[in-house]
């Protein structure tokens, strides 16, 4: 029997020496370099750290519009290319397309192609009139749905990989109801720059410039020629150390997007050490940029990043290779943050934000202290009530309640979960949950003892029946914990986090390492009574 309360005590022992281990950077930097490099800290949460609080909607809406702008274009290209013949041709009210059929074969095909091509079109209605059809074609119910629920995932998606590559530890990004997304970065101190990070569209556009009509008389007369548009791009002054809004007249049609996009990197310019942004095609991009630049030589091509110019340059040659470049008197952070938004890719749709909040850090160092303080006389509460009421079985059970805080706040340390304001109370009620199972103990052996059973008996008795109520008041709560974590959204996952944490360490030092130490006492020392 020696021999086993030895082996466990050495595992006990281990397991405590685990939970300092990975507790100390969080109390004490004065560390060894090996510490600090392989332990991490505590990480505090938004409501601790501070940081931003955001809550976007997606405007799905538009998301539909632009599938249907993108269908109109591919009905168009294969209605030419078939040959069949075709009038007015336009988006209307935003999520539909009107088209005049001039005859009858004209309408059958188009009938035809549609049914062939294009099976989330439906007709919504008809006009007849002098052998002319006028079709309105929408996209059916379902499909709009499916567009709505495939760009919130796109979103979420886009924006999470752009917050990963802005380096913000323990981002929060979930969905909340249909088409919004709630957005937690903790630790973010510039919230301007990582507002215009996240919501910036990032659509990037290739357009030819309309070099054959007169850019001041669109300016002046606001009425650009049919087909064209006006943008505007900017450039520093130097003179002046501003930047200057330029005009430019460009063609509507856009010949490429970012869709074949394969990277985006930050370089700086050998001539005037500024830095642009190096793009690189995939190999059905760089086909396409070929071909692009092939056709339209000794013409500027425009690089538009929503709806704003970044340069255009004349094209001198073909270019292959699949690789273009984007100037525009960035700085160094622009650049890097038009990178970023390039590689993670478009939004699917633009998002608007309907909630901001910045949680300074010494809010969140108040709650700190507050989260501390109540850990703190909570803790000293139930030590002194178990003491009093249960003499030196108190002191057993009081040594496995600071075991299991340590335990815990070592279990967040190594699995690098994020300690929030709900986590410390998960925390707070893990301290009387831990002394829970050792009442429930205390109870059972002195009902053993009034028996007139003996110390070794009481203490064996009191383990074996009061071990199944444990099991079954922990695993139920276990299980509860775990679906708040599923289901919950961010604060209820911190306390679901130490809540869970809490009871598999509690259920450790109640039941395992309070009775080594009655098995120490009765077996090692013969101990002849409990002081229970």
């Not at 090996?34 to 505090?44: A, G, K, P, Q, S």
């Not at 957005?183 to 215009?196: C, E, F, H, S």
């Not at 815990?408 to 699995?415: K, V």
């Amino acid at each position: 029997m020696e021999k086993n309360i030895k082996v466990r005590a050495v595992v006990a022992a281990i397991i405590a020496l685990a939970g300092i281990f990975y507790l100390m950077p969080s109390i004490t930097s004065s560390l060894p370099a090996f510490w600090t490099n392989y332990v991490d800290r505590i990480r505090l949460g938004l409501d601790l750290r501070g940081g931003m609080h955001l809550v976007l909607e997606v405007e799905t809406d538009k998301a539909v519009e632009s599938a249907v702008e993108r269908t109109m274009n591919a009905l168009k290209n294969l209605l030419m290319e078939k040959r069949v013949r075709f009038r007015n041709l336009d988006r209307i009210e935003g999520s539909m397309i009107s088209i005049e059929l001039p005859n009858q074969e004209a309408i059958s095909r188009f009938d035809e192609i549609i049914k062939d091509q294009f099976p989330n079109l439906e007709r919504k209605s008809s006009n007849m009139a002098d052998g002319k059809e006028t079709v309105v074609l929408a996209f059916s119910a379902k499909h709009k749905d499916s567009i709505k629920k495939f760009a919130v995932e796109q979103s979420l998606e886009t924006i999470r990989n752009r917050i990963d590559q802005f380096g913000v530890a323990e981002p929060e990004i979930i969905p909340q109801g249909d088409a919004r997304i709630l957005i937690q970065l903790p630790g973010v101190k510039d919230p301007k720059r990582a507002i215009n990070l996240i919501g910036k569209t990032a659509l990037l556009e290739f357009k030819l410039v309309d070099e054959e009509h007169s850019l001041d008389d669109a300016l002046r007369t606001g009425n650009p020629p049919p087909g064209s548009i006006v943008a505007y791009g900017y450039r520093f002054d130097g003179a002046t150390q501003q930047r200057r809004k330029i005009p430019y007249l460009l063609f509507e049609r856009t010949l490429m997007t970012g869709d074949s996009l394969e990277n985006a990197q930050v370089k700086i310019s050998d001539r005037f050490g500024e830095p642009y942004v190096a793009l690189k095609f995939n190999e059905q991009g760089a086909q396409d940029f070929e071909r692009i630049t092939g056709e339209h030589v000794k013409k500027r091509l425009a690089i538009v990043l929503d709806d704003i110019v970044h340069s255009a340059p004349e094209i001198r040659e073909k270019i292959s290779g699949g690789s273009a470049i984007i100037e525009g008197a960035f700085t160094m952070e622009e650049a890097r943050d038009l990178a970023i938004v390039l590689r993670a890719g478009a939004l699917p749709a633009p998002v608007k934000i309907l909630e901001q909040r910045t949680v300074g850090p010494s809010l969140g160092q108040d709650s700190i202290d507050k989260g501390m303080l109540s850990i703190i006389v909570g803790g000293l509460l139930v030590i002194v009530f178990m003491v009093i009421y249960y003499r030196y079985s108190g002191i057993v059970a009081n040594i496995a309640l600071i075991l299991n805080i340590i335990l815990i706040l070592g279990a967040l340390a190594a699995f690098k979960a994020t300690l929030t304001l709900p986590g410390i109370a998960g925390i707070v009620l893990t301290i009387g949950m831990a002394v829970d199972a050792n009442v429930l103990i205390f109870e059972r052996i002195r009902e053993e003892l009034r028996l007139g059973k003996s110390p070794r008996a009481a203490i064996a008795g009191g383990y074996s029946k009061a071990l199944l109520t444990i099991v079954d008041a922990n695993i139920t709560t276990l299980i509860a914990a775990l679906v708040l974590f599923q289901f919950g959204t961010g604060p209820v996952k911190g306390f679901a986090v130490t809540l869970s944490i809490g009871i598999v360490c509690s259920m450790f030092t109640a039941i395992f390492v309070t009775r080594i130490i009655y098995d120490y006492y009765v077996w090692h020392r013969k101990v002849n009574a409990v002081s229970i």
